[in-house]
């Protein structure tokens, strides 16, 4: 009998080709789709929501080693200031209610249903600037490790103020 390299057993296996899959999964646009597709689900988060007038409410509903899901809620006139993600990508949908995003030179509103994403430098400012209540999704891919605030001078420039770590949180 002659052993050859095809005698039925299978083919070994290698790694796998590395269609971009894996990457694709945590771009900033998916990630703002797996937000979307979260906040339009609020039977899975609306139960965990508070309103706290003392704060932004927030909560990690999810966090595995490659990304994490908080739902946030805003009152009125509740924002996070000027920061960053600690070199995380992220995306954002807004369920209920109404946000602005605030870049240093620009700004936008974002309705319910509507998304933003980013890449791992970006800075912003988020705030309920309506007259009613807000509920956002956030996924964060790598997971928040830490967080910086920034104050805007008179230039325009942002000067860092505060760094945070998860561990504050
Ligand atoms: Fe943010």
Redesign the pocket.
């Known amino acids: 009998m002659t052993v050859t390299a095809d005698t039925g057993l299978p083919a070994q296996a290698g790694p796998p080709a590395d269609s971009g899959a894996g990457r694709d999964a945590f771009a900033p646009p998916r990630l703002a789709e797996r937000a979307a597709e979260l906040a339009a689900r609020p039977g899975e988060w609306l139960h965990r929501v508070r309103l706290s007038p003392e704060g932004r409410w927030y909560e990690r509903i999810h966090q595995d080693a490659d990304h994490e899901i908080w739902v946030i809620s805003w009152l009125p006139g509740q924002s ?1 200031g000027f ?3 600690g070199g995380s990508a ?1 995306g ?1 949908a807004v369920a209920l209610g109404t946000l602005d995003e605030h870049r240093v030179h620009a700004g936008r509103r974002i309705a319910a249903g509507e998304t933003r994403s ?1 890449g791992p430098d ?1 800075v ?1 400012d ?1 705030r309920n600037t309506s007259d009613a209540p807000a509920v956002s999704v ?1 996924v964060y891919a790598p997971p928040l490790g830490g ?1 910086r605030r920034f104050d805007v001078d008179a230039k325009g420039e942002l000067v860092e103020v505060t760094a945070e770590s998860a561990a504050d949180w």
């Open positions: 996070t920061h960053d993600h992220g954002f980013f970006y912003h988020v956030h967080m």
